[in-house]
């Protein structure tokens, strides 16, 4: 299909997660790229949560990932990104942005046999670029009974929250 995208849902009291699920509503109240209110250095930049949904860039991220993004930030070659679908512009997708070519970004996805990024749809324009990822959290997972062992716990913290650049250069040379 179209690979990673990202659903929102809204959470009383806890403020709104964006993405694929709430977008027609949701999404147009967001900051396009170049958009954002005051460009100097001290400005604030729009930060939310976002949840992952699909395979495509499996494995940096999973299935249920919850990421944090900040809005209208450059982006840079090797950075994952959130992006409108450029033929399905009210679907979010995640993707990693390999390089800047003329007329905007190539992305891809980081698990190759998923599909859903430039190859198949050629390169992004920068408009449709709308954040770049900061960090992953995983949320614990959930048992039958609610209870989790020590060991569970500390693997849990160990991998839950990391920053989405990969270290990995077999990822950014793509």
Known sequence: MYGAAVRAERRP?????????EEDREVAEMPE?????????????????????GPS??????HGDLLLVQYGVPVRPGDVVIL?????????????????????????GDNTF?????????????E???ARVRAR??????TPRGQRSATELLGWAV?????VRSASARLRAR
């Open 137 to 142: 959290y995983r949320p614990p997972a959930k």
């Open 84 to 108: 409108r679908h450029p033929f399905q512009q009210d679907l979010l997708v995640v993707k990693r942005a390999v390089e800047r070519r003329p007329g905007g970004w190539w992305v891809r």
């Open 57 to 62: 860039m499996v494995p940096t991220l999973y």
């Open 13 to 21: 009291g806890r403020g709104t997660r964006y993405g694929a699920a």
């Open 33 to 53: 790229r170049g958009r954002v209110s005051g460009g100097g250095r001290g400005a604030r930049r729009p930060w939310r949560v976002v949840e992952v949904t």
């Open 159 to 163: 991998s839950a929250v990391r920053p």
């Open 128 to 130: 449709l670029v709308l």
């Open 114 to 126: 998923a599909g859903g990024d430039s190859t198949d749809y050629g390169v992004v324009p920068e």
